[in-house]
């Protein structure tokens, strides 16, 4: 027979009873899973208990509800923040600012000019909201660096450009000296060829000349090599008096 100790529950069971009060409790108050009292619970948890597995998952869905919770916390504190200054800004100052009550005294009228002229400003200064982590003076040297940067290549495109016609131009006075060139060769052909005909013809004439000089004055026909005893003789036998009579 089990003895009446051997009726109560164990210290393995009574484990299983404090984690089941302790979840049941956080599920009814929805306590904070990260917690210590949650931590030193989930220090006796042995590999293999019931409900091990959902819990981790459970855990873990709300440490990424919170995180998510956060972020849109953080992000409607900004967007809060910007309204309300964008509120205040568009707000004309009243009475009961001491700087403009203190205008007031001075004779300042609301949408006058500043100054004792009237030349002043009437808008207020415009507020420029840093959100960066950059020091004072960093976006004027990223603009200037930015426009260095632009002249810079401002400068490399027109040196480009200026390289490109210059190079143009050389290419359009190379092929101008060439085509000089070719018309000066074809005159130069030209010229030799009527050189060549005019002194050809010169020839001739000088041929006929003397041909024609020894037929009448010698009667001496050059193609036949023979000198005739007269005229009647040198038409009888000569066939010409050219070349071509000959052939």
Not at 44 to 54: E, S, W
Request: hydrophobic share 30%; with cysteine.
């Amino acid at each position: 027979m089990r003895s009446a100790r051997s009726a109560e529950p164990n210290r393995g069971e009574w484990r299983g009873v404090r984690y089941y009060s302790h979840m049941k409790l956080n599920m009814a108050e929805e306590e904070d899973y990260m917690s210590d009292s949650f931590i030193n619970v989930q220090e006796d948890i042995r590999p293999g208990l019931p409900m091990l597995r959902q819990i981790r998952e459970a855990r873990r869905k709300e440490e990424k509800q919170q995180e998510a919770n956060l972020k849109n916390r953080q992000k409607s504190l900004k967007e809060e923040e910007q309204e309300r200054r964008d509120i205040g800004l568009k707000n004309a100052l009243g009475c009961e600012n001491k700087g403009f009550a203190l205008l007031q005294k001075m004779g300042y009228k609301s949408g006058q000019a500043l100054g004792k002229s009237g030349g002043g400003i009437v808008e207020p200064i415009p507020l420029n909201i840093k959100t960066g982590k950059s020091g004072i003076g960093h976006e004027a040297s990223l603009k200037r660096k930015a426009e260095e940067k632009l002249e810079s290549y401002r400068k490399k495109i027109h040196m480009k450009n200026q390289a490109e016609e210059k190079a143009a131009e050389q290419f359009r006075m190379r092929l101008k000296n060439k085509q000089d060139e070719m018309k000066l060769e074809g005159d130069l052909r030209r010229s030799q060829r009527a050189c060549q005909q005019l002194d050809a013809q010169k020839v001739l004439e000088k041929l006929q000349i003397l041909t024609s000089y020894l037929r009448e004055e010698h009667l001496y026909c050059i193609w036949c090599g023979t000198a005739y005893e007269d005229k009647e003789d040198l038409s009888s036998n000569c066939p010409g008096p050219t070349s071509a009579d000959h052939d």
